[in-house]
């Protein structure tokens, strides 16, 4: 093992110990709740994304005089979100936090908002989100959840053990895929990469034995998963913007007292509001945290021909029928009609 690897992952490991001892309480149990609610993320154990929800856990505990107890299954401990999603579905959970690859498991619609390089940045997301948010909502409705309320990932970069500076470059690594993307796939596929498809627990695994050398993620998801240490490089190019949210089936919803779904509703917006602002400035630190560990960055060449990628993608999976068209076109009105 090199010096610089050894460093790099001492100082992600002493930043992160001290965080959490500044961050985390003793952990949330509830006793003698009438109702408990069972709900599963990939969110690594104290990301501030668990943390969020553990907090959101505490506080409707809480204010329901401890009647509602919600339990969390963090780090995938409940498999991938396909898992999830068919566990929720049978009743084994009552729902769950999600990124857009969970939510596709309802809906391949809301797959949609991860099109590459649909966005310019996170505010022309939220526009277009708030805008079709009961677009969005009527398909999980549809699919028989409710929405609790929609969180980010953060901007998506490409990590390697190789620079990648052009769609091209990508040939010559061994890139992952999240195996049931089917935004992921169709990026691969039009620059002709014979990616290796992997659930998300298996990718560290996968990195440590030389399996795949290159993945994408947020810089706060890319630390938080550990998924760092094995990566050299990161291109300088924001490919989307990963981007999720809570949601509940509707049996669990209907079951819950009416004054309990209340309470539910608004500690989920206060905390998820918070949430959101908390990624941002996360996603922020990662970035000066993976240059201080010695990750370099590599600036993309030939813009025209990712932009010109993101826009055969974006045809592909609507020929496909993964994404409707309509959609798609209604996402693009929206962003013409964006505040600048």
């Given at each position: 093992?090199?010096?610089?690897?050894?460093?790099?992952?001492?100082?992600?490991?002493?930043?992160?110990?001290?965080?959490?001892?500044?961050?985390?309480?003793?952990?949330?149990?509830?006793?003698?709740?009438?109702?408990?609610?069972?709900?599963a993320?990939?969110?690594?154990?104290?990301?501030?994304?668990?943390?969020?929800?553990?907090?959101t856990?505490?506080?409707?505990?809480?204010?329901?005089?401890?009647?509602?107890?919600?339990?969390?299954?963090?780090?995938?401990?409940?498999?991938?979100?396909?898992?999830?999603?068919?566990?929720?579905?049978?009743?084994?959970?009552d729902?769950?936090?999600?990124?857009?690859?969970?939510?596709?498991?309802?809906?391949k619609?809301?797959?949609?908002?991860?099109?590459?390089?649909l966005?310019?940045?996170?505010?022309?997301?939220?526009?277009?989100?708030e805008?079709?948010?009961?677009?969005?909502?009527?398909?999980?409705?549809?699919?028989?959840?409710?929405?609790?309320?929609?969180?980010?990932?953060?901007?998506?970069?490409?990590?390697?053990?190789?620079?990648?500076?052009?769609?091209?470059?990508?040939?010559?690594?061994?890139?992952?895929?999240?195996?049931t993307?089917?935004?992921?796939?169709?990026?691969?596929?039009?620059?002709?990469?014979?990616?290796?498809e992997?659930?998300?627990?298996?990718?560290?695994?996968?990195?440590?034995?030389?399996?795949?050398?290159?993945?994408?993620?947020?810089?706060y998801?890319?630390?938080?998963?550990?998924?760092?240490?094995?990566?050299?490089?990161?291109?300088?190019?924001?490919?989307?913007?990963?981007?999720?949210?809570?949601?509940?089936?509707?049996?669990?919803?209907?079951?819950l007292?009416?004054?309990?779904?209340?309470?539910?509703?608004?500690?989920?917006?206060?905390?998820?509001g918070?949430?959101?602002?908390?990624?941002?400035?996360?996603?922020?630190?990662?970035?000066?945290?993976?240059?201080?560990?010695?990750?370099?960055?590599?600036?993309?060449?030939?813009?025209?021909?990712?932009?010109?990628?993101?826009?055969?993608?974006?045809?592909?999976?609507?020929?496909?029928?993964?994404?409707?068209?309509?959609?798609?076109?209604?996402?693009?009105?929206?962003?013409?009609?964006?505040?600048?």
């Amino acid at each position: 093992m090199s010096r610089a690897t050894t460093t790099r992952r001492r100082f992600i490991r002493t930043t992160a110990a001290a965080s959490a001892v500044a961050t985390f309480g003793a952990p949330y149990i509830a006793r003698g709740a009438k109702k408990t609610l069972r709900l599963a993320t990939l969110a690594p154990d104290k990301s501030s994304w668990h943390v969020a929800f553990e907090e959101t856990a505490r506080e409707v505990y809480r204010r329901t005089n401890e009647e509602l107890e919600i339990v969390i299954y963090a780090g995938g401990t409940m498999g991938d979100e396909a898992a999830m999603v068919r566990k929720m579905r049978h009743g084994q959970l009552d729902g769950g936090a999600l990124t857009s690859v969970g939510l596709g498991e309802i809906d391949k619609q809301l797959l949609a908002p991860q099109i590459p390089m649909l966005f310019q940045d996170e505010k022309q997301l939220h526009y277009v989100r708030e805008k079709m948010s009961s677009t969005f909502e009527g398909l999980l409705d549809k699919g028989g959840f409710k929405l609790g309320a929609w969180g980010d990932v953060g901007p998506i970069y490409i990590f390697s053990n190789t620079p990648v500076k052009t769609p091209d470059d990508l040939k010559s690594t061994k890139p992952w895929v999240w195996d049931t993307d089917p935004v992921s796939k169709a990026v691969m596929s039009v620059i002709g990469v014979n990616a290796v498809e992997l659930g998300v627990p298996d990718v560290l695994p996968s990195l440590q034995t030389g399996l795949i050398d290159a993945f994408t993620n947020s810089p706060y998801g890319a630390i938080a998963l550990q998924w760092y240490s094995k990566a050299t490089y990161v291109t300088n190019l924001k490919l989307s913007f990963g981007i999720g949210g809570s949601v509940l089936t509707t049996k669990a919803w209907n079951d819950l007292d009416p004054a309990h779904q209340q309470v539910l509703t608004d500690v989920t917006k206060e905390k998820y509001g918070e949430l959101v602002d908390k990624i941002k400035k996360d996603n922020k630190k990662a970035i000066k945290s993976l240059k201080a560990a010695g990750i370099q960055v590599v600036e993309p060449d030939d813009f025209l021909r990712w932009a010109a990628v993101a826009v055969q993608v974006r045809e592909k999976l609507v020929k496909d029928g993964t994404i409707d068209g309509a959609i798609v076109r209604q996402m693009l009105e929206h962003i013409q009609n964006a505040p600048k």
